[in-house]
């Protein structure tokens, strides 16, 4: 059975730092289209950030200049680097890897806080 599985999440203060990383368990990574998503409390799952095979990729506006997406084929990982966190970026961050059909993790929770 196919998993993805999210990591990264915690408590950071505003203006901070945090990586998230997604592992997936299928075959084929290298030619997925891969994507955060993110669920603000009181809020419908919204597009974070997606990068397709080729390396393209597509941000939100609202992290657009301070998250970045970047894989790693070799590993069948995805990573979000996030920075100048603000308050409003807490939410539960999901994976979301798509090779034909859609895998979703579970999600990981990041708080920001002081």
């Known amino acids: 059975q196919v998993q993805v599985v999210e990591s990264g999440g915690g408590l950071v203060q505003p203006g901070g730092t945090l990586t998230l990383s997604c592992t997936y368990s299928?075959?084929?990574?290298?030619?997925?289209?891969v994507g955060w998503y993110r669920q603000r409390p009181g809020r419908e799952r919204a597009l974070v950030a997606q990068?397709?095979?080729?390396?393209?990729?597509t941000y939100a506006d609202s992290v657009k200049g301070r998250f970045t997406v970047s894989r790693d084929n070799a590993k069948d990982t995805l990573y979000l680097q996030m920075n100048s966190l603000k308050f409003e970026d807490t939410a539960v961050y999901y994976c979301?890897?798509?090779?034909?059909?859609?895998?979703w993790g579970k999600g990981t929770l990041v708080t920001v806080s002081s």
């Open positions: 979301n890897v798509r090779i034909g059909r859609e895998y």
């Open positions: 990068m397709s095979s080729s390396g393209r990729t």
């Open positions: 299928g075959s084929d990574f290298a030619i997925a289209s």
